[in-house]
């Protein structure tokens, strides 16, 4: 059994982390989940959160706005709507999420007027937590 897996972070505009890690923490949609080697296998849509990466005795923490996570025995990809490494979010990138959630659950339709309403909450919780 190995004691690593293979992580990769990328979104639209770069790929932000590749790395052997021991454990990636990842906000999901249905409930946050830590995927280690030999996991089963499964793909899963991303809440806004923080992904955290552990390895080499680092821990790389990355916010994202949603996208999907693909889990294997051994790896972890993460294909990321929006990301930035936490330690380069400011207030700008945040409200700059918060608006364009408020803007996609105003124009909702009653199909996914809850899942819209859950963006808008869950990106007030990581607002919360980056203070």
């Known amino acids: 059994m190995a004691d690593t897996i293979q992580f990769d972070l990328v979104s639209p505009e770069r790929m932000l982390a590749s790395m052997e890690a021991?454990?990636?923490?990842?906000?999901?949609?249905?409930?946050?989940?830590?995927?280690?080697?030999?996991?089963?296998?499964?793909?899963?849509?991303?809440?806004?959160?923080?992904?955290?990466?552990t390895g080499g005795g680092e821990t790389k923490e990355f916010v994202v706005s949603g996208g999907f996570a693909e889990v294997t025995a051994s790896t972890v990809s993460v294909l990321a709507e929006q990301a930035v490494p936490r330690a380069e979010v400011t207030q700008e990138f945040l409200e700059n999420l918060r608006q364009q959630a408020e803007a996609a659950h105003a124009e909702a339709t009653d199909d996914n007027r809850d899942a819209t309403a859950k963006a808008?909450?869950?990106l007030a919780e990581l607002a919360a937590q980056m203070v």
């Open 22 to 53: 021991n454990e990636v923490q990842i906000p999901g949609a249905e409930g946050d989940m830590t995927a280690m080697a030999d996991h089963m296998p499964l793909i899963t849509t991303l809440r806004p959160g923080v992904v955290r990466a």
């Open 120 to 122: 808008v909450a869950d």
